[in-house]
Every structure is written in structure tokens, then in C-alpha cells.
């Protein structure tokens, strides 16, 4: 399926903003219906990430080469992120006031709603030496701990560990006993071949503490780092499955071709997404391969919600995570073409619109519960995912 070109709704700016959700958007009868049937407290966003640069002392880091105007398309891509999450670089705060909007947003849901925010590790070569000058940021474990125990009713966390670390399964038995309810990796930008022996201690590791891997699959756009992208062939993740760990792929694998691997290594390019089919038709992977929803609505996406839909023998295995703060860049998301194709009705339309400009992470959630294709909708469970997440005390 060909990528759609960015689009942007009638009446909608390009930049988000800003703006706060009205009592009478909150209450209305479009917005409540969403969360009927569901627990608040078992829904979980999945895929929320951090931003900061260390103003707070937290270590949080973003790498020059994204804050440099001669690197224009990462210069832009960070400025819209730093739009898209309400953060003034100029104030000197972006810790802060990252963290405040996020809280502000989330204080629209029910209680008991909470978000998993994700930390991120730096690049290592395959001595398990950093690479700074190949790394696109970070944000340690520390800083996405503390920040979920000073929050804990509304955010969780999830770790990040490079594998090739020399203290790798050490800092995954910390973070465990830290409360991490995941580990999370972006392969192509980390420079993680997820089927190296390399990452074999790791893989044990966490089978044996019984934590899920999130992960990127697919092409990867938003953030370049080390850019390997052979790295985000889904077909590799057979590893980490084969040893006993539960790995979530973010969005599906929904964008780009890579090579069928099951060929051989110069076999030609498929799409990522049939790679990612392939491995949820492999029986002895049922309930340990999940894949989650993330940035599906998104233009360039969004052409797979129809067969993801479709597969109701994945029905348990779909999760619901936002990409926060993605949903606040305006020209990710077309409402119009999602009522021009009759996947939701004109005026849940216009209720989102209005509802974005106020809270674009509840914007996200309420297109997902609202969508509709040819009668199918995600499940309650798509939205209770806390049964994959959550640790026994």
C-alpha cells in the first residue's frame, strides 16, 4: 500500500494550538461514549514518549544535530515535535513544560487511565561502547522512573536497555525492580540487530523476569540515529520470540518493504506489514507476539486499519498506544478522510476536530473507539492492555 501524501483538514491549522479541552467537550455524549464498557483503570497507552534536555538534571539529552538548522529536515521534524507537545525551547524548560502538558492532557481522561512513558537508550556498536555522535537522544531510566513514581497514578514506565551493553542484564534486573513494566527499543536508530547472538543474554534475561520488549518494526522515519533500517525487518524479531519473550511491534509494521529474509538475504523487498502478518500466523508465537496500534491513524498509515480490522483471528493481540506527542502535529491526521471513506460519521468528525485543538491525545483515543470499517471495530481489549503490562507486586 502506497503511503498517502500529509494532508490537513478544512479549517485546521498547521501548527497545534494549544488550546484547553472545554467542559463541554469533555462531557459531551461523542466523548463519554468512548469509555463506556471499558475499565479505566486496565487502559493503558502503550507508546508515549518523553522529550527533555536536561534542564531538570534528569540527563535527558537530544543530539545536536536536531537542534542544527543546517540539518533541516531533523531540525524540522523537532521543531514540530516540540509543537506538537506544547514546549517553548526559547523558555529554557522543556523538561517542565513537556511534563505539564502531558499531565494537563491526561487530567481530561477518567481515573485510573494512565500512560506508559518510555525512556531511551543511546547507541552502542557491538563492543558495547556508546556512540554519542550516532545517537538521535536519550532519556535515562532514572529520569522516566522518577518521573512515573512522582506521577503514578496516571503514568507508568518503560525502560530502554541497549543489548550490547556489558551490564545489560544487570540494568534490566534494576529497572525491573524499579517498577519498568516494559522495555523499549527503536532498532534503525539504535543500532540493535534484533538477531544478533549479541543480544542472547539479554533475550534471557527477560524471559526469565517476564517482561514484554516494545519495539519499532517497519521503515522509520522520525528519528535517524545510527540509521540502520535492515535492523527493522520484523522477520529478525524471531529471535527474542524463539527465546520466550513477549515483543509488542509498534504500529504494526505498518510503513515501508524490506527484504523476505526467508529467501535468503538477497531475496527481494515485501512489504513490512506481510512480514508482520507472517509472524502472527506463526502458531507457537500466540500470546507472545502482540503488535500495537500506535500512529495507524496517521495518513501515512492509515490504509492498514482496513486488514488489521480484518484479521479477527487477532482478536487479544492488538494494543492501543498513541505515539504521543505525534497526535499534535496537525498534518499527521486527516478526520475528513476517514469521514470521506464512511469510517466515522460527520459529526463525530467535527467533534474531533474541535477535540484536537484541545487535547490531541484524547483526539487519538476517540478516533480509535469511534472508527468504524464495514462494520468492525477495535475491542475492548485493544484499549485494556494492562493484562500484557502489568507486574505482579
Known amino acids: ?52 534536555l536536561g534542564e531538570s538534571g534528569g540527563g535527558a539529552w537530544v543530539s545536536p544535530k536536531m537542534q542544527s538548522v543546517w540539518r533541516l529536515k531533523m531540525y524540522a521534524q523537532y521543531r514540530f515535535y516540540l509543537n506538537a507537545s506544547c ?15 502531558l499531565q494537563a492532557l491526561l487530567a481530561d481522561f477518567p481515573d485510573g487511565y494512565r500512560a506508559m512513558v518510555m525512556a531511551f537508550d543511546r547507541t ?31 503514568l507508568g514506565w518503560v525502560a530502554s536497555i541497549h543489548p550490547y551493553r556489558e551490564d ?4 534490566l534486573a534494576k529497572v525491573v525492580m524499579q517498577g519498568a513494566l516494559a522495555v523499549k527499543w527503536l532498532p534503525p536508530a539504535m543500532g540493535i540487530d534484533p538477531a544478533s547472538p549479541l543480544c542472547d543474554r539479554f533475550y534471557d534475561a527477560m524471559a526469565k523476569h517476564e517482561i514484554p520488549l516494545i519495539t519499532h518494526g517497519g521503515e522509520e522515519r522520525a528519528v535517524e540515529g545510527a540509521h540502520r533500517p535492515a535492523f527493522g525487518n520484523v522477520l529478525k524479531l524471531r529471535r527474542p520470540l524463539e527465546r520466550g519473550v513477549r515483543v509488542v511491534v509498534a504500529h504494526c509494521a505498518s510503513m515501508g518493504r524490506d527484504i523476505d529474509l526467508d529467501k535468503g538475504s538477497n531475496a527481494s523487498e515485501v512489504e513490512c506489514f506481510k512480514l508482520f502478518e507472517r509472524l502472527m500466523a506463526t502458531r507457537d508465537f500466540e500470546g507472545r507476539l502482540f503488535g500495537d496500534i500506535s500512529a495507524l491513524p496517521q495518513t501515512n498509515r492509515f490504509a492498514y486499519l482496513e486488514p488489521i480490522l480484518k484479521h479477527r483471528e487477532w482478536a487479544g493481540r492488538l494494543l492501543n498506544g498513541s505515539d504521543y506527542p505525534l497526535p499534535g502535529v496537525f498534518p499527521l491526521f486527516s478526520v475528513d478522510a476517514f469521514v470521506e471513506k464512511d469510517w466515522l460519521k460527520a459529526e463525530v468528525g467535527e467533534h474531533l476536530k474541535r477535540v484536537r485543538e484541545g487535547n490531541p491525545l484524547l483526539f487519538d483515543f476517540l478516533l480509535k473507539r469511534h472508527l468504524q470499517i464495514d462494520g468492525l471495530k477495535f475491542g475492548q481489549d485493544v484499549f485494556e492492555t494492562a493484562r500484557v503490562f502489568r507486574r505482579a507486586k
Open 168 to 171: 545489560a542484564a544487570g540494568a
Open 124 to 154: 552502542h556498536n557491538e563492543a558495547g561502547k556508546v556512540q554519542p555522535d550516532r545517537s538521535a537522544f536519550f532519556l535515562p531510566n532514572t529520569y522516566a522512573s522518577e518521573i512515573s513514581a512522582r506521577h503514578a497514578s496516571r
Open 87 to 101: 514546549v517553548d525551547p526559547a523558555l529554557k524548560n522543556v523538561d517542565r513544560d513537556y511534563l505539564l502538558r
Open 1 to 52: 500500500m502506497p503511503a498517502s501524501a500529509l494532508r490537513l483538514d478544512a479549517g485546521t491549522t498547521v501548527f497545534n494550538p494549544c488550546g484547553k479541552l472545554s467542559n463541554e467537550l469533555r462531557n459531551h455524549p461523542l466523548t463519554l461514549a468512548a469509555f463506556e464498557g471499558l475499565n479505566a483503570g486496565d487502559v493503558w497507552d502503550c507508546h508515549v514518549h518523553l522529550l527533555g
